[in-house]
């Protein structure tokens, strides 16, 4: 089923270029589980090939699609409250006891939480849940949403060229046609060269928030 999905998540951005990269992105920053790794970097090595799309244009489209997921899954949780959340949660994925791990989350590391978790998977499609039910500012929320997911959108960027630069002949003019793509290979490559990445992230947030903690012990 997951290999289906993802030809149709591929034939979207092959057929609609940054109007895929966008509703992808939104999807994957809502409570759809969309892999923005299987999204961007496909985007990414169709635009250095000459195509219709732009690095550039990836990177805006795809940030711009997170941050509308985003909005649409802040503005949700603001308006509908916690109570509904957490009864109706566990049928989107998010259970009472994820739910308040996320505000417990939130509430301690605010605005630099909410930066943060844009980086890293699984997290940033749920973050916006509690930004809302604690009615976070939505201009901040914006700002950290959109710098945050520019920066990730960047990454994955340079990551589908890096991987785009080692596919054979046969295999780059099978992804610019968009038929007779070998999908395993190419999501086995960008899973492999994303793995440093990933666990540069998680080392950065870690100190991050490891420095929170010694600095709130210090102050008391």
């Known amino acids: 089923m997951m290999q289906s999905l993802i ?48 690095t550039l244009g990836v990177i805006l489209a795809g940030t711009f699609g997170s941050w509308l997921g985003s909005s649409i899954t802040y ?8 109570p509904v959340v957490m009864r109706f949660g566990k049928f989107f994925l998010m259970p009472p006891d994820k739910v308040e791990r996320a505000e417990r989350f939130t ?16 997290i940033r499609h749920l973050i916006s849940i509690p930004a ?9 929320f914006s700002v950290l ?34 038929k007779g793509v070998d999908l395993t290979h190419l999501i086995h490559a960008v899973k492999h060269e994303a793995l440093w990445i990933i666990a540069a992230v998680v080392v950065v ?12 012990r210090k102050a008391d």
């Open 145 to 178: 949403t959109v710098v945050g997911s520019a920066i990730w959108c960047s990454v994955l960027s340079v990551l589908g060229q890096k991987v785009g630069s080692k596919l054979e002949p046969a295999q780059m003019a099978a992804l610019k046609n968009g």
């Open 132 to 140: 809302g039910i604690i009615r976070m500012g939505f201009l901040k």
């Open 107 to 122: 509430h301690r590391y605010q605005s630099g939480g909410i930066f943060f978790a844009r980086l890293l998977p699984v």
């Open 75 to 82: 503005w949700t949780a603001l308006c509908v409250g916690r």
């Open 205 to 216: 947030c870690v100190l991050y928030f490891v420095a929170l903690r010694l600095t709130d």
């Open 7 to 54: 030809e149709v998540w591929f034939s979207w951005v092959h057929q609609w270029g940054y109007g895929g990269v966008i509703i992808l992105m939104a999807m994957e920053s809502s409570i759809f589980p969309v892999p923005s790794e299987l999204v961007v970097p496909p985007a990414a090595i169709l635009a250095a090939q000459g195509g219709s799309m732009t």
